[in-house]
């Protein structure tokens, strides 16, 4: 079965430095979002993407963060200028229509560590 | 500002029982309802999705239903195993852009 999948597992980054997190998404699916959990807490949505923009996006996903999609096949999630709070596990989930309607696909995440 | 709860917590239950696991949202104006299975360290696995106009779906032991006016969602596990054991997170969808919002979740353990 297709899957999200997510790279790096796991990125240790010192704070004040940008990250990158990347994502490749199941292959016909049109709608890409990134969610992020604080350990402890609940999964938090930050962003939805869909046609080349952005379609949605929370209080959480001010200007420090960015998403892409590069090329046909990855979607990124660019972090500026790292926070000690920014530390939590990211996830990238798809959905292959309008995704109200759709079950959404998650990767395993990217655990991000801000020293 | 839609929230959303699950109880219990945590529950832990012996190999063979039938459980419940319970959602609540504040705001009845869903778009859908997702029900995930997260493994520690893993990603969440989509369980079953509920649209607004449907009162249950079923996969295999799992039946999950909705109550869009009470504002309630119940997960109901048959016939539990071991293998079960997870955190089962309920996500509503408020609307067309896909947005998930999340409760905290309910950690299940079954014991052999």
């Known amino acids: 079965e297709p899957e999200v999948t997510q790279t790096p597992s796991h990125q240790v980054t010192q704070m004040g430095q940008e990250v990158i997190l990347r994502c490749v998404p199941i292959?016909?699916?049109?709608?890409f979002y990134w969610y992020r959990q604080i350990l402890g807490q609940k999964v938090e949505f930050l962003v939805s993407?869909?046609?080349?923009?952005?379609?949605?996006k929370s209080e959480i996903f001010d200007d420090q963060f960015s998403v892409e999609r590069p090329d046909g096949s990855n979607f990124t999630l660019k972090i500026r200028s790292t926070k000690l709070e920014d530390s939590a596990m990211y996830f990238c989930?798809?959905?292959?229509?309008?995704?109200?309607?759709?079950?959404?696909?998650f990767g395993d995440g990217t655990r991000l560590s801000i020293l | 500002k839609q929230e959303v709860t699950q109880i219990p917590a945590a529950l832990s239950v012996p190999e063979g029982e039938n459980l419940v696991l319970n959602c609540s949202f504040t705001?009845?104006?869903?778009?859908?309802l997702q029900w995930f299975r997260q493994d520690p360290g893993k990603g969440l696995t989509s369980l079953l999705l509920?649209?607004?106009?449907?009162r249950e779906q079923t996969s295999g032991r799992l039946n999950a239903s909705l109550d869009k006016s009470s504002g309630r969602s119940t997960l109901y596990i048959a016939a539990s195993q071991p293998g079960d054991s997870a955190t089962y997170l309920c996500a509503v969808i408020p609307g067309n852009t896909g947005k998930l919002i999340f409760g905290q979740g309910t950690t299940l353990q079954v014991k052999p």
């Open positions: 989930a798809s959905s292959p229509r309008q995704a109200g309607n759709q079950p959404q696909h």
């Open positions: 509920i649209q607004s106009s449907q």
């Open positions: 292959s016909n699916h049109l709608y």
């Open positions: 705001d009845s104006a869903i778009y859908n």
């Open positions: 993407f869909y046609n080349n923009e952005i379609s949605e």
